[in-house]
C-alpha cells in the first residue's frame, strides 16, 4: 500500500519560486573609482595604489574614454625592469605599462555571466561599460559577495 498525501493538490502558482534578489552586474559593482591618465607615472600609481588599498584601476584619456587598466602586476614589470637596468621607477608613464586590449563587460549582465567571464580569461577585475561609457568596475570579490547574498536569501 502507498502512502497517500493529505495536502492536496498543489497549485503551479505556488511551487514556482520568487526570485526577486538582483542579479546584475550593476547591483554589485563599484560606482566611485580611482581613475589613471595615461601620462600618470607609475610611482603616482603605485601611491595611489597603496592610499585607496586597490590593485589596480581603469586608465582615462582626456576626454574620459576607457583607453587600458593599469594593475599591480603591470607595476611589477616596471619594478623589476628598473631593477634589471638600474633606473628610477619615477620617469616611466602608464601608457608604457597599461593593459591596452581591456575586456569589459555591460552593466546588465548578470552575475552568473560574468563569473564565467572572470573564470574564461583570468581577470581580477574588469570594467563595466553602459552605451560605451565606463560606469562601474567588478572585481572577483564583488562576484563572490554577490553568490553569498544570493546564497542567503535562497536559505530563508
Known sequence: MGIKSFQGVRSKEASKKEYDAPILVEDYMTKKLVTFSPEQSILEVMEKFAKHHIS???????????????????????????????QPILDKSVERYMTKNVQTIPNDMSIFDAAGVFDKHNRRRLPVMKNDILVGQISRKDIVIAALKLSAQNWK
Open 56 to 86: 589596480g584601476g581603469p586608465v582615462m584619456d582626456k576626454n574620459g574614454f576607457l583607453v587600458g587598466i593599469i594593475s599591480e602586476a603591470d607595476c611589477m614589470k616596471q619594478i623589476s625592469e628598473s631593477r634589471y637596468f638600474n
